[in-house]
């Protein structure tokens, strides 16, 4: 069954760096998300990518954000400069139609010191 | 905007029945799905509703009143594999783009 694969697995970065989190939806899927969880808390919504743009993104999701899909297959979130506070794991999801299951990714664990 | 209220915690026993409810408040509604995820692990999908009534999958049923803004997700047959969370997600009408997602609930099992 195909899968939403997410790189690397665990990212650890000094504050005030940059970071780019990866991640490989499902080829024919057409809508990509990107979703937070700190730990033990909720799912919570960062944005969303369709048609080759944000179509829609959180109060989360400020201006030290940033979303791209540089090709066909990969779909990247980078942080420009990183705070204590987004220390959290980055869900990427993808689905064939919006109300269709969200698929996730893995997760990428990132940790700010 | 939107809320979704779930219980933090549930506990039961292994074999019985449990029922995790969610309540939500949207400008628009579309369909509530309900999401599963253990420690450590990804959400995965369970079940959706976007129609009143119940949907039924294995041991696993979940149930819709749009008129109520609630829903509630049944586990039957309670296994030790099921002690996980469990989130409700709203996906708002017109705005499919964006799936927001309860606080979850967390389902103890004892044996």
């Known amino acids: 069954e195909p899968e939403v694969t997410q790189t690397p697995s665990h990212q650890v970065t000094q504050m005030g760096q940059e970071v780019i989190l990866r991640c490989v939806p499902i080829?024919?899927?057409?809508?990509f998300y990107w979703y937070r969880q700190i730990l033990g808390q909720k799912v919570e919504f960062l944005v969303s990518?369709?048609?080759?743009?944000?179509?829609?993104k959180s109060e989360i999701f400020d201006d030290q954000f940033s979303v791209e899909r540089p090709d066909g297959s990969n779909f990247t979130l980078k942080i420009r400069s990183t705070k204590l506070e987004d220390s959290a794991m980055y869900f990427c999801?993808?689905?064939?139609?919006?109300?269709?299951?969200?698929?996730f990714g893995n997760g990428t664990r990132l940790t700010v010191t | 905007g939107q809320s979704l209220e779930q219980p933090s915690e549930v506990t039961a026993v292994e074999g019985a029945i449990v029922q995790m409810n969610c309540t939500y408040q949207?400008?628009?509604?579309?369909?509530l799905s309900w999401y599963q995820q253990h420690d450590g692990g990804a959400p995965t999908f369970l079940s959706y509703?976007?129609?009143?009534g119940l949907e039924e999958t294995g041991r696993f049923s979940s149930f819709l009143s749009r008129s109520d803004s609630y829903g509630y997700l049944l586990l039957q047959e309670l296994q030790m594999k099921d002690s996980a969370s469990y989130f409700c997600?709203?996906?708002?009408?017109?705005?499919?783009?964006?799936?927001?997602f309860g606080k979850g609930t967390r389902l103890h099992i004892l044996p």
């Open positions: 990518f369709y048609n080759n743009e944000i179509s829609e």
């Open positions: 999801a993808s689905t064939g139609t919006g109300n269709s299951p969200l698929h």
């Open positions: 509703n976007a129609l009143d």
């Open positions: 997600a709203v996906i708002e009408r017109n705005r499919d783009d964006k799936i927001i």
């Open positions: 080829s024919n899927h057409l809508y």
């Open positions: 949207t400008s628009g509604f579309y369909g």
